[in-house]
């Protein structure tokens, strides 16, 4: 099926965008890489009036370094996410986590931002930008400003961000040194999303986890920060018994759905099974 | 809306609706029906061609965002009458049954085959790992792309211009009319 009829704009700037989006009112979408938007416009799920198309603003494309941060515009696509050096460096997270997204051809169009806005609770990036404390800057016609991963998202399929406002790029403070990460993603069928997802970075000092940061991909209606996990593994010896201990923590604050990949209880255990693997390979144990 | 773009190294341009996918304007406006189109969820991947040199489902495009872009589809593969390796592998393993699936396949394995020339299996699975089979199973379409890795075409020292030349005149295949 194709997409219901739809007026089409292309804009060369941020402001330009802003302009189209608050000009055709709140029937209007954002349309980034159209990777989620597309299917949804071709189910016949959603009728927007206009599409206020990304694709032609290159200042929101690529990755850049600004002080303590890394800087991902939100244009970028998760395939150069992947990739980028930067990223892998200082954002190591990110580039794990993006590698699991999809399928190489939807990685070469959907973007970082898209998965953001788009707030998917089985979406993979969410959940890292939680447990990396990004911030997200956004535009709309009151200017700029800066949204913390931790009230970006609000519920389901939903964000922080106001009518007419645009996703512009993500700063992610820089994890530097002795920082290693890993993402666990559970499914079924390849390149399915996450049942449940584990994203986890973890700071260790030879035999002791210093810090970690622990998040949680579709155990509630949006990205959840692990916090009893992070506070159990501070400080801890970096073994197999002690991470599986914290693990155990991974449910508490937790609202997991109930659907057709599974039930919430069994997302409770997969939760902490994933979370004790995901911490684990960070850590390099085992 | 007019869109322009180049296919297969030849500039094209239409007037379009602004709801038309990439899928539909390659195959019905511009006739090249080797690009399939097989479902509303963007997860068979048959639909799959090159935009500005790599692989994207093309019914997850919208034709205007290709406006300016550099489209390949699978009539690019043969050369001056012979055929792509990956083509040829396809024959050689019998790496299609109904042939659906096909163009999808070999549009991702040809960009695996040049940027990895000698991929593991696992690399080639993970490549084609968003495109659906439903006949003729996995197996010999893995055998397929290896055998390609086999036997690269060896390159003649006029590429630019036999590429240009396989790109002009896209014949369309009465069989493959109508699929949907
Ligand atoms: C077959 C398939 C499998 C997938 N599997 C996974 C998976 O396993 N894990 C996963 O995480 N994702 C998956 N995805 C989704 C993919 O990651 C998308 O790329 C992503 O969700 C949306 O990014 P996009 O750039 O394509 O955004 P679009 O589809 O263009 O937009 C998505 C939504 O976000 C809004 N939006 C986009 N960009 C902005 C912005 N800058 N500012 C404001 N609003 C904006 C749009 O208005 C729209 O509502 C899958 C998609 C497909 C088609
Ligand atoms: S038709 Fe494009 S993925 Fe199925
Ligand atoms: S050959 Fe029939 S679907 Fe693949």
Request: net charge negative; proline share 6%; with cysteine.
């Amino acid at each position: 099926m194709i997409p219901a009829r739809v007026e089409y704009v292309a804009p060369h700037s941020v402001t330009e965008a802003v302009g189209a989006l608050v000009e055709a009112g709140e029937d209007a979408k954002v349309l980034a890489g159209g990777q989620s938007l597309l299917p949804v416009l071709r189910l016949r799920m959603a009728y927007p009036s206009v599409l206020v198309d990304l694709g032609r603003i290159d200042g929101m494309r690529g990755v850049r370094e600004e002080g303590s941060s890394v800087v991902v515009g939100a244009m970028t696509r998760h395939s150069d996410v992947i990739d980028d050096p930067l990223v892998r460096r200082y954002a190591a997270l990110l580039a794990s986590a993006t590698a699991t997204v999809a399928d190489p051809q939807v990685r070469h169009r959907g973007t970082f931002g898209g998965a953001l806005a788009h707030a998917d609770p089985a979406g993979d990036l969410p959940a890292v930008a939680v447990a990396l404390d990004a911030e997200m800057v956004a535009e709309g016609p009151g200017g700029r400003r800066t949204i913390p991963a931790s009230e970006f998202f609000v519920d389901y399929l939903q964000t922080a961000l106001e009518p007419g406002e645009i996703l512009c790029e993500v700063r992610i403070p820089k994890l530097d040194g002795e920082w290693s990460a890993h993402y666990e993603k559970f499914n079924r069928t390849a390149q399915a999303w996450a049942i449940v997802g584990v994203a986890a970075a973890v700071r260790r000092s030879n035999g002791t986890i210093v810090e970690a940061r622990v998040g949680l991909t579709n155990m509630s209606s949006t990205p959840v920060r692990a916090r009893g996990v992070e506070a159990a593994l501070a400080g801890a010896s970096a073994d197999a018994a002690t991470v599986a201990d914290a693990a155990t923590r991974a449910v508490e604050g937790t609202n997991p759905p109930s659907d057709l990949s599974g039930q919430a209880d069994y997302r409770s255990h997969l939760a902490t099974v994933l979370t004790r693997r995901a911490v684990s390979r960070a850590a390099h144990i085992g | 809306m007019q869109v322009a773009m180049t296919v297969n190294g030849r500039p094209v341009h239409g007037e379009i609706e602004p709801r038309m996918l990439l899928v539909h304007f390659v195959r019905d406006q511009l006739g090249l029906t080797g690009t399939h189109w097989g479902c509303d969820t963007s997860n068979c991947g048959t639909c799959v061609l090159w935009m500005d040199g790599e692989p994207v489902k093309s019914c997850t495009v919208l034709a205007a965002m290709a406006h300016g872009h550099e489209i390949r589809t699978v009539e690019d593969l043969e050369r001056d009458g012979e055929l792509d390796p990956v083509q040829q592998g396809f024959v050689e393993q019998h790496g299609l049954q109904c042939g659906f699936c096909t163009p999808g396949m070999m549009m991702t394995a040809r960009w695996l085959l040049d940027h990895n020339p000698h991929p593991s299996e696992a690399e080639i699975r993970e490549a084609i790992s968003g495109q659906i089979c439903r006949c003729t199973g996995y197996a010999n379409i893995v055998r397929a792309i290896q055998w390609a890795a086999e036997h690269p075409r060896v390159e003649p020292e006029t590429v630019p211009e036999a590429f240009a030349a396989a790109g002009q005149a896209p014949e369309r295949s009465g069989e493959e009319v109508g699929v949907r």
